[in-house]
């Protein structure tokens, strides 16, 4: 796989995500490793920062249920607006994390 096809195939599993559901940015790379060869979180998350504008970014968080300072207040907003379950602040990951393949 490409690197542009990686990015492509990130954005559609990422805009898979139903509303109120989340993966983490591990998780992308972990559904997505074995056919593309690459596991990185970190990578996820670059093309979250480059790419992600176009589908629900806030879908896609860190393992703690949070999101970057820089970008939280907006998430929070949309997580509240899809009905996200929250605990404490940020995204209940036992509550709303999806996996690929989960009926939406």
Same mark, same amino acid.
């Given at each position: &796989?490409? +690197?542009?096809?990686? #990015?492509? =195939? #990130? /954005?559609?599993?990422?805009?898979?995500?139903? +509303?109120?559901?989340? &993966?983490?940015?591990?998780? #992308?790379?972990?559904? /997505?490793?074995?056919?593309?060869?690459? =596991?990185?979180?970190?990578?996820?998350?670059?093309?979250?920062?480059?790419?992600?504008? =176009?589908?629900?970014?806030?879908?896609? #968080?860190?393992?703690?249920?949070? &999101?970057?300072?820089?970008?939280?207040?907006?998430?929070?907003?949309?997580?509240?607006?899809?009905?996200? +379950? /929250?605990?404490?602040?940020?995204?209940?990951?036992? =509550?709303?994390?999806?996996?690929?393949?989960?009926?939406?």
């Amino acid at each position: &796989m490409t +690197p542009d096809e990686y #990015v492509e =195939a #990130v /954005l559609e599993l990422v805009d898979r995500i139903p +509303p109120g559901r989340v &993966m983490s940015y591990g998780g #992308v790379a972990d559904a /997505l490793a074995e056919r593309s060869g690459r =596991a990185s979180a970190r990578l996820i998350g670059s093309i979250m920062a480059r790419h992600g504008g =176009a589908v629900g970014w806030h879908r896609v #968080v860190n393992a703690t249920g949070t &999101m970057p300072p820089r970008i939280a207040a907006e998430a929070r907003a949309r997580w509240l607006s899809e009905g996200t +379950p /929250l605990r404490a602040g940020r995204v209940d990951m036992r =509550a709303a994390q999806w996996q690929p393949g989960e009926g939406m």
